[in-house]
């Protein structure tokens, strides 16, 4: 019978599980915007204040869709200033950097304001030569307290078989949250393991997690390790060793002619962080290159509090914007120009919301998947740049302030609330939105292209294998069934009961898909029995990819070829926003 009810489920799936978004629903009376904190993710911003729930958006009518002309609107100027100017992070925690370009280096020492640039021929490597930690890491510790065993919880947030790629998300998470972070290799997958913090219960741990998730991190799950927890270094007292410090160190600035060109003292790293040196191009035409990547701008390199370099890019906004659109929205694929738009528009209201994240790192944003993908000037292409000049110094605003313009790569037909995904986010412009273009994809077949397999996915999962995947998670002995327990207003599953043998557990908004390992947690479940009725396995019939909230990438795309221009399509996913054209203010 179950077999027989996976069959008519999928068969009745595109109308029976999203009929609702053929529904139209009154349009909310505008809300007072809350205060926000910075975001993360793809993006996925650290949540504000809830506020009152609100209907959502229904979006326009077929007929209004296409009765909106493709045009590029005169957005609404408005008396705010835009900085010209944004600090990306590029790397973290380099003891050396080297830096290259076609022609010639400029490098201006920062903490000497008077001093003359220096002129590198083509190649300049910086070094630190003296930052190192004082005295015995370990004999402290042991000094300042007893060592204990037990286990130690930590979250796993991803592998990766290059182990330099391990390396960077090391490094990012370090900076990002301050707690230690440890990268393992695995013999039998061939993998390094990267791990965040030290725990000492699994309590603790899932609270690490949820932040780790609220900033973009979302795939990761409890793991325990057994092993020796060693205290943080007390304060000396008596015959105890000194706390731990770091030395100022020197910076030593080598040319590929010149060696030992020039040595910067760096200053105490507790007054962190601190630009060190500046490098440019002689050339304004010419490109910096640093880590097989080439960088329009200029390339910092910041002394953070750790005593080590922080790799930083200081360039145009735009410029900057044309190295994100084409990796989140690459014009390979989705080739219509107002589409384009809309991403740029959304990047650039989220680089400026965000700005403020990594402040004690001495940039703003970085430059990874946990906050909007930056690959420098050759990442480029024309249809994306076209699209970020088009928009210059557009941004989306409710009531006033700027938005945290999530967005999502596959919706399945429908966004859903962000309250329902990310639990203490409640804001009024993200709220669910009927995806037209996508419930039209299977008949159109450019657009199922482009969807691919995102847009209709089955997952068969034995029990005993989803149980090992559960148990990344929870501290499940056996699993007995899985449960919806609440719908959200697109049909994703924002409540789910896993079933225990001793102990039932609840997963709540993205921990839903997270914790499952599935593309979306818009899905219908289905079970295999055997002959006594004992479940064998579950099917996951879904739609999606992603977290599900505000602009849909491949909706956008459907509706830009529909002809409908750039505004119209965020005021689709966006709710009661305003798009609008701000000055550009030099920073």
Request: glycine fraction near 8%; charged fraction near 25%.
């Amino acid at each position: 019978m179950d077999q027989l009810r996976r069959v008519l489920i999928f068969a009745l799936l595109p109308v029976a599980v999203f009929a609702n978004s053929c529904k139209s629903r009154p349009a909310a009376p505008p809300v007072p915007h809350p205060p926000s904190a910075s975001a993360g993710g793809t993006p996925l911003p650290p949540p504000p204040a809830p506020t009152e729930s609100k209907a959502p958006h229904p979006g326009p009518t077929g007929a209004e869709r296409k009765a909106t002309a493709p045009q590029t609107p005169a957005a609404t100027p408005t008396s705010r200033d835009i900085p010209r100017w944004i600090r990306i992070g590029l790397a973290n925690d380099f003891r050396t950097v080297q830096i290259t370009a076609k022609g010639r280096l400029l490098l201006e020492n920062l903490l000497q304001a008077n001093e003359p640039s220096n002129v590198a021929e083509g190649r300049v490597t910086l070094s630190l030569l003296t930052a190192q930690v004082e005295g015995n890491s370990a004999a402290q510790a042991a000094a300042a307290g007893s060592t204990r065993k037990g286990p130690i919880f930590r979250i796993q947030v991803a592998s990766f078989r290059e182990s330099g790629r391990a390396d960077s998300l090391k490094r990012e998470l370090e900076s990002r949250f301050e707690v230690p972070v440890t990268i393992t290799y695995n013999d039998s997958t061939g993998t390094y393991r990267v791990r965040v913090g030290e725990c000492t219960s699994r309590l603790d741990a899932g609270e690490l997690g949820e932040r780790l998730q609220e900033a973009g991190y979302a795939d990761g799950w409890i793991v325990s390790e057994e092993g020796i927890r060693v205290p943080a270094v007390a304060p000396p007292s008596g015959n105890q060793p000194a706390p731990l410090a770091i030395a100022p160190g020197t910076l030593e600035i080598q040319n590929e002619r010149n060696s030992g060109m020039a040595r910067i003292s760096l200053p105490d790293p507790r007054v962190a962080p601190v630009v060190l040196v500046r490098i440019s191009a002689q050339d304004p035409q010419d490109l910096l290159r640093f880590d097989n990547l080439s960088y329009r701008g200029t390339i910092e390199l910041v002394e953070n509090a750790r005593g080590k370099l922080n790799v930083v890019n200081v360039l145009d906004l735009d410029d900057y914007l044309k190295g994100v659109v084409p990796n989140e929205m690459p014009p390979s694929k989705f080739d219509a120009i107002e589409a384009l738009k809309a991403q740029a528009v959304a990047a650039r209201t989220y680089a400026l919301k965000n700005g403020e994240r990594f402040r004690r790192e001495g940039y703003q944003l970085c430059a990874t998947i946990a906050c909007q993908v930056y690959r420098g000037a050759d990442s480029e292409r024309p249809l994306s740049t076209e699209a970020v000049e088009a928009t210059r110094g557009i941004v989306i605003e409710y009531q006033g302030e700027l938005i945290d313009s999530l967005y999502t790569s596959t919706c399945g037909g429908h966004t859903e609330d962000a309250k329902n995904i990310f639990r203490t986010m409640d804001v009024p412009y993200l709220r669910s939105a009927s995806c037209p273009p996508e419930n039209a994809a299977e008949v159109d077949p450019r657009l199922k292209e482009v969807s691919g397999y995102h847009l209709k996915w089955t997952v068969h999962v034995t029990r005993a294998d989803l149980e090992k995947t559960l148990r990344k998670t929870l501290p499940l002995d056996e699993l007995v069934d899985l449960e919806p327990v609440e719908y959200g207003i697109s049909s994703r599953v924002i409540e789910l009961k896993v079933k225990g043998r001793k102990q039932n557990f609840t997963l709540k908004g993205l921990e839903v898909k997270s914790a499952l390992g599935l593309k979306d947690s818009l899905f219908i479940l289905d079970r295999e029995r055997d002959r006594r009725g004992r479940i064998e396995a579950f099917v996951f019939i879904g739609r999606g990819w992603g977290h599900g909230v505000g602009l849909c990438q491949t909706g956008a795309y459907g509706l830009a070829r529909e002809g409908q221009n750039f505004e119209s399509i965020l005021k689709t996913y966006y709710y009661n926003v305003d798009v609008v054209k701000e000055n550009i203010r030099e920073n």
